[in-house]
């Protein structure tokens, strides 16, 4: 019996007692998934997975009796979430599919673990442990693990038509997992269904995606689906490839998925916000980082009228991406990054009021003026006061009446 190396997590109190509960008869209800696989190599264990013979009005009904919150969170696929200590766990009725359309899975539930495990998408996610530590492995799934190599459940042409989505988890797994040469049935099924992409929505591409280009094998997973044409399924145009490398180096910790995409794609940025279905905060900087130019400048003055102009979106970022592009920003940016840690943006001091109790009568003179008095201002350097300001405005706007 194999036995996972980090085992710390099953003895938080939280854990210990949902599981008592949900198997006080042994062998009802196992932890799966990616905390096996994690407590195999030893990684920290945060989300927490358990299947279970249980159905889930059983579950349910056990949880209640115990007085722990659990609600139906996807009570169509069998699965409900309980609430016990500020963490969340998913228990799924163990499962066997009836019908796949690429999307969508019509499934009934089983009391087999092997019938559970043959459904899944890779072989290191059909892992199951007990409450004891002890590894169950229908699909030997333990060794791929260890080995870093991410293979399919079966016959992978037939985990990709049950979902579609697999072709993007496959690159994704491979990049926060995978160790070699990546599995060549695999990537072969992947490219043979890649033009299946544009069946899913752009809610879930935009999930999977953001997770692969965040990873730290971003580079060596996006090169594979590059030259498998993969990602040409979903955006046309090249990839920027290196340029993406140097952001990655230049960012260090502080990354970002959506400055990442901004220098990966070359596709026309309303095509990628459309695809991915981008919220509109997401689709504001992304645009931003895409189609903002700046001239050169080592000017500090000039720099910081740039943060006060920008300060709603990120003239940092947009300054990383410009450096991965063209090493002639480098040093901008490095003065912005110094201002940035030793100066606070201002605020102007005027507002429309002000202007009002100077008599200018409401309307769109009040605006025309503040955005002269604020020129004039930022022009400065930032160095007038509200007193100065509303003199500026009696000199310039009132007096020359």
């Known amino acids: 019996m194999t036995i996972a190396s980090n085992r710390d997590w099953l003895n938080k109190a939280s854990v210990k007692s949902l599981i008592e509960i949900i198997d006080a008869d042994n062998n009802q209800s196992r932890f799966v998934g990616g905390c096996v696989r994690d407590s195999i190599l030893g990684h920290p264990v945060s989300d927490i997975d358990i299947a279970t013979r249980h159905s889930p009005d059983k579950i349910m009904q056990l949880l209640s009796s115990s ?23 998913e228990i799924t009725s163990l499962r066997r599919d009836l019908k796949t359309d690429g999307r969508h899975a019509e499934i009934s539930f089983t009391d087999s673990w092997a019938e559970d495990a043959a459904r899944r998408d890779f072989t290191m996610n059909a892992l199951f442990m007990d409450k004891h530590g002890n590894i169950f492995d229908p699909v030997g799934g333990y060794k791929d693990v260890i080995r870093g190599r991410v293979c399919f459940v ?14 993007l988890r496959f690159f994704r797994f491979y ?19 890649a033009g299946e992409l544009d069946a899913l929505s752009g809610e879930r591409i935009q999930s999977e995606l953001f997770k692969i280009i965040l990873s730290a094998n971003a580079f060596t997973a996006l090169n594979k689906m590059s030259e498998n044409k993969i990602m040409s399924k979903i955006f046309p ?22 400055r990442r995409l901004a220098i990966l794609l070359t ?19 992304l645009t931003f980082y895409c189609e903002k130019e700046i001239d050169v400048s080592e000017e500090p003055q000039e720099i910081k009228r740039l943060f006060y102009e920008m300060r709603k979106m990120d003239l940092l970022g947009l300054l990383l991406i410009k450096t991965a592009l063209n090493p002639k920003y480098k040093k901008m940016r490095d003065v912005a990054n110094t201002i940035a840690q030793n100066w606070s943006i201002p605020t102007f001091p005027l507002r429309g009021l002000d202007l009002l109790k100077l008599g200018i009568k409401p309307g769109i003179e009040v605006g025309n003026i503040l955005i002269k008095v604020e020129r004039w201002w ?24």
């Open 67 to 89: 007085n722990i919150t659990v609600r139906p969170t996807g009570i169509k696929h069998g699965t409900v979430s309980a609430f016990l200590d500020n963490q969340v766990f």
């Open 154 to 167: 079966g016959e992978a042409s037939r985990r990709i038509q049950e979902d579609f989505l697999r072709i």
């Open 175 to 193: 990049a926060y997992f995978g160790r070699g040469q990546i599995d060549p049935d695999g990537l072969a099924a992947c490219k043979k269904f």
């Open 237 to 258: 145009g090249r990839l920027r490839l290196s340029e993406f490398s140097r952001l990655v180096f230049l960012e260090g910790a502080d990354s970002n998925p959506i």
């Open 267 to 285: 596709t026309p940025t309303e095509k990628v916000i459309e695809t991915l279905k981008l919220s509109n905060r997401m689709a504001d900087h």
């Open 378 to 401: 930022l022009l400065s350097g930032f160095k007038y006061n509200k007193e100065d300001c509303l003199n500026w405005v009696r000199d310039h706007c009132i007096n020359e009446r």
